[in-house]
């Protein structure tokens, strides 16, 4: 077996994905080429983060925050979906909104951006930062069409 | 008390339920948001917001699926808009920092012993490298790997053949092979 073979089924090898017979050549070349070997040890070792990493240990007091988070945030227990639902799509108008007017200041916007002196560039800075998140909105709705998508299918 | 009355009950306003109904699921769910999320702080904030809004459309839930695979899509979404939330948090502070000239943090990792540096930089490589997975493969893969949900689990929640399943953990495994076979050969 070459060294390009083990490259190929490393990682298969270390998660016992192999029949036996193509194991054991793994197994045998790696007993014999130290640059295998080393590649396998490293793989192993860095593979086996992930039985540590799953390991959580759970706050105790999750309920009690869980209430708490509840209790000052709106009643969620009254349930009014039509209104929350109307009242989602205000934010999501002011975003186009500002996309708009963005779009329409963004030539004097880099203007100001180019010939800023220093003090003025953490200004700048955190303007650049609010266009950014407007973004947020688009992204978290294409992540729930996943999980919406699959709703309709219920 | 079977699901349905749990549910049931849950939507009816009481409490007693929502608590059973979390106690009996919070692990799961912060251990899913965790393999996405790999931060512990940050998983619990997550499955905070999963049974706020599992309280909030539980009364949509067609029950014809599994009450836990619902959790786990709920939970599979919030961490998947964390993660590339944080990724644009990042990619800000990157650029604040090369305008600002204050140049990168470094972590100061002193107080770690050698033994903790590796496991840490191991731990980081690895994220990365799930991290560059298409998304479908790094949803199929973490949870089989993280939560140790079988194909058929995994096809539920994604809502996709148990066959795609199969072969997107198949090619999650090759992606993670090219790069870390890359990384580590010598
Ligand atoms: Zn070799």
Redesign the pocket.
């Known amino acids: 077996m ?2 390009r073979e ?1 490259h190929n089924k490393i990682y298969f090898f270390i998660d016992n994905d192999l029949a036996e017979e193509e194991a054991s050549h793994i197994r045998e ?2 007993g ?6 080393h ?1 396998y040890e490293e793989m192993m070792a860095t593979v086996s983060v992930i039985e540590r990493e799953k390991q959580v240990e759970i706050n105790p007091f999750f309920y009690t925050r869980l209430q708490q988070h509840i209790q000052n945030n709106e009643p969620v227990y009254v349930r009014k979906p039509s209104l929350i639902r109307s009242l989602q799509w205000i934010p999501a108008a002011l975003v186009i909104i500002g996309l708009v007017i963005g779009i329409i200041l963004g030539n004097a916007y880099y203007k100001s951006w180019t010939y800023a002196d220093t003090s003025d560039r953490s200004e700048n800075i955190q303007s650049l930062k609010e266009t950014y998140f407007i973004g947020e909105q688009e992204t978290e709705s294409l992540a729930y069409s996943f999980y919406n998508f699959e709703n309709n299918e219920e | 008390m079977s699901e349905n009355e749990l549910i049931g009950r849950v939507i009816d306003g009481d409490e007693s339920a929502f608590r059973r109904l979390v106690e009996d699921y919070q692990d799961m769910v912060i251990r899913t948001c965790n393999g996405f999320v790999h931060d512990r702080e940050d998983a619990h904030d997550l499955a905070q917001d999963v049974f706020v809004e599992v309280l909030e459309s539980i009364h949509k839930f067609r029950r014809e699926s599994k009450l836990s695979t619902w959790l786990y899509r709920v939970a599979v979404n919030k961490s998947l808009n964390f993660v590339s939330r944080q990724k644009r948090k990042q990619w800000i502070s990157n650029l604040e920092n090369a305008l600002g000239g204050k140049g990168y943090d470094i972590i100061d990792k002193s107080g770690d012993s050698d033994k903790e540096m590796i496991n840490n930089e191991r731990s980081r490589i690895l994220r990365q490298a799930i991290e560059s997975l298409p998304q479908n493969q790094k949803i199929a893969f973490t949870l089989n790997k993280y939560e140790e949900l079988s194909y058929k689990e995994i096809a539920e929640v994604m809502n996709v053949s148990l066959s795609s399943v199969e072969s997107l953990i198949h090619r999650a495994k090759m992606g993670l092979q090219k790069k870390l076979v890359h990384y580590y050969k010598k």
Do not use: A, E, G, T
Request: aromatic share 0%; with cysteine.
């Open positions: 070459k060294c083990v070349h790696i014999q080429c130290d640059s295998c070997r590649l």
